[in-house]
């Protein structure tokens, strides 16, 4: 297994507030996406989804080589519960399930030769694309896109919209009730997300990569479109950006890249050679 590139950047241009992690071992590669909520904590100054990030990226840093799925899976629950405990936020996590530190992620374990993908981050297997979409997170930034579409036929520009994304404050509600459909199992809107608890194993998505395949692209969903080189995926984006800055025609998104934002959302990329 060889590093061929990998890349992360924040939306607001700054790594230190950046939530997307990438993890390289000799056994295991992956990209970490944290998962910002709308219960603003800090812990140690950092978001809920920078510190599921950096949790996540322990735990996997720590894997042996010839484990399961399963026990990949045991060690990030067992890992984010410890945090909760030594912070003794154990009765607050139960009380406002939107307070758990929570993540995505795409990782390869080499000892399997699989990819694993829990929310919606992306993968690339030499020249097929592996996506895990969440329909809810689809069914949001849709009414976004709406709203929005509307807000300009009354008369509001692109520009102002912006500075003040009436959009993102119009389905603010619906992330109020997104907590209710993570991790369970017989809901069209359910999703499974890494916040400690057990995720449904219909919730898991696992690819086995095929035989004689030579690369495996995997990225956070800070890239709308999955290019196969780090260049390509960047002026993808730009050129969207270009043509989309408020991310609601074809790349549709829960914000727009307004002031102060480098992009849509944090991004990372990692290919490796098999």
Do not use: H
């Not at 990438?22 to 812990?43: E, Q």
């Not at 890992?79 to 139960?94: A, D, S, T, V």
């Amino acid at each position: 297994m060889k590093l061929i590139e990998s890349y992360l950047e924040g939306k607001y241009g700054n790594l230190n507030k950046c939530e997307d992690s990438i993890v390289f071992t000799d056994n295991y590669a992956c990209v970490i996406d944290g998962s910002s909520s709308r219960v603003n904590m800090l812990f140690d100054g950092k978001t809920n989804g920078k510190i599921a990030s950096e949790i996540v990226a322990e735990a996997v840093n720590e894997f042996p080589t010839n484990i399961s799925w399963k026990e990949i899976l045991e060690r990030i629950y067992n890992k984010l519960n410890e945090f909760y405990e030594k912070r003794g936020l154990k009765k607050c996590i139960q009380e406002t399930p939107d307070a758990r530190a929570q993540a995505a992620i795409a990782i390869y374990s080499k000892n399997l030769n699989e990819v694993c993908m829990i929310a919606d981050c992306q993968c690339m297997i030499d020249n097929t694309m592996y996506y895990n979409p969440i329909i809810m997170d689809e069914v949001r930034v849709s009414a976004r896109a709406l709203f929005l579409e509307a807000e300009l036929r009354l008369g509001k520009t692109i520009e102002e919209l912006l500075e003040n994304d009436t959009g993102t404050e119009y389905i603010k509600p619906l992330l109020g009730i997104q907590y209710l459909f993570k991790n369970i199992s017989g809901s069209q809107y359910s999703y499974g997300v890494l916040d400690g608890q057990k995720i449904p194993e219909e919730e898991i998505k696992v690819v086995k990569v095929p035989k004689g395949a030579k690369n495996i692209i995997l990225s956070s969903d800070g890239y709308p479109v999955l290019k196969g080189t780090l260049k390509e995926s960047e002026d993808e984006l730009k050129r969207i950006i270009r043509e989309d800055p408020l991310c609601i025609r074809i790349n549709k998104q829960f914000r727009g890249v307004g002031k102060g934002l480098v992009s849509y959302d944090d991004r990372a990329y990692l290919k490796i050679e098999i």
